[in-house]
């Protein structure tokens, strides 16, 4: 039997699957004995494969495939006729196997030898083979890296939009809420029914301290504006006081403290609606305010 072609050609129609079934069969069984030819077979397969990965991928025309191989299998005729006449002259070999010619020893005695395993890659093959699998892992973790900051990107970039609507909504009540603050000064500014009174103290004086309430029971909307007042030790305030018709106790109606020209204000304060007012006071508080007034009271109108 003759031995099969084992060039690199050879080799990488195998891999393509372009071998005649006769061909294929008889490399196959001396792959089996031969691992010499099997690292060869990796090399191909190798070379192959990375080339595969730089070129395009096109399917190839039917008579492009079969001009291919009547051309592999025309170069190969002379070859393989020349191979079996110099095989039917020589000897079997104590292997039951042919002799081979004398220009195929070396390649023969390579493979005849299963037990034979002490040929290695060249230097480029190594180094080539080497660079393909260190770099496979290496590929996996930068793409994982990618991935996982892309997700830190979405991520913040949603927190950062989330935390910008939360202060614009913020923003937003603000502007409501003072909105409307404004709106109830000046429909207590503007109501005829609202209930204007002056407060003054009892002195001749043009620079006397004075102040204005200007007041809605319904609403419990109230205003006050204060003037010519005089400046306060640290640990005191003024207090307004809202004192009801019906003769309740005497109601809270806000703290202030006046500025460097004696003029102060109190705007909106909490007070509870539908409660007429008698009169109004000031008076002179410990910081943070009382519950009911300190007496005397040096402002005061009805």
């Known amino acids: ?8 050609e050879t080799l990488a ?4 699957g372009l071998l005649d079934p006769e061909e294929r069969a008889a490399l196959d ?18 070379d192959l494969a990375a080339f595969a990965l730089t070129a395009d991928m096109h399917s190839p025309a039917a008579q492009m495939r079969t001009r291919l191989l009547k051309r592999v299998a025309r170069e190969r005729k002379p070859a393989a006729s020349r191979q079996r006449v110099q095989s039917e002259a020589a000897p079997e070999s104590f292997t039951g196997y042919p002799a081979q010619p004398a220009t195929f020893a070396k390649r023969s005695e390579r493979y005849d030898e299963p037990s034979r395993s002490s040929r290695r890659p060249e ?13 496979m892992p290496f590929a996996g973790w930068a793409l994982a890296a990618g991935l996982a900051f892309a997700a830190f990107y ?4 949603r927190i950062d939009a989330e935390s910008k609507m939360h202060a614009m909504s913020n923003e937003v009540a603000q502007v409501q809420t003072d909105s409307a603050q ?23 004086t043009p620079a006397a301290p004075n102040g204005k309430a200007m007041y809605m029971p319904d609403k419990g909307i109230l205003t006050f504006c204060a003037s010519n007042l005089e400046p306060l030790q640290p640990y005191k305030t003024y207090e307004l006081w809202l004192i009801p018709a019906d003769g309740r106790d005497p109601i809270p109606a806000g703290m202030f403290k006046p500025d460097a020209h004696g003029n102060a204000a109190v705007l909106l304060p909490e007070l509870p609606k539908g409660v007429p007012a008698k009169a109004f006071g000031v008076t002179i508080e410990d910081a943070g305010g009382a519950q009911t007034p300190t007496m005397p009271i040096i402002l005061a109108g009805a």
């Open 154 to 157: 979405q991520y913040n970039a």
């Open 29 to 46: 069984a001396q792959l089996r004995h031969s691992p010499a030819l099997r690292d060869d077979l990796a090399l191909v397969t190798g």
């Open 1 to 8: 039997m003759s031995m099969p072609d084992t060039s690199t």
């Open 123 to 135: 230097p480029e093959d190594d180094e080539r083979r080497n660079g393909f699998a260190a770099a």
């Open 13 to 16: 129609l195998y891999v393509m």
């Open 182 to 204: 404004a709106r109830a000064v000046l429909e207590s500014l503007t109501d005829p029914s609202a209930q204007v009174v002056t407060l003054t103290r009892d002195s001749s």
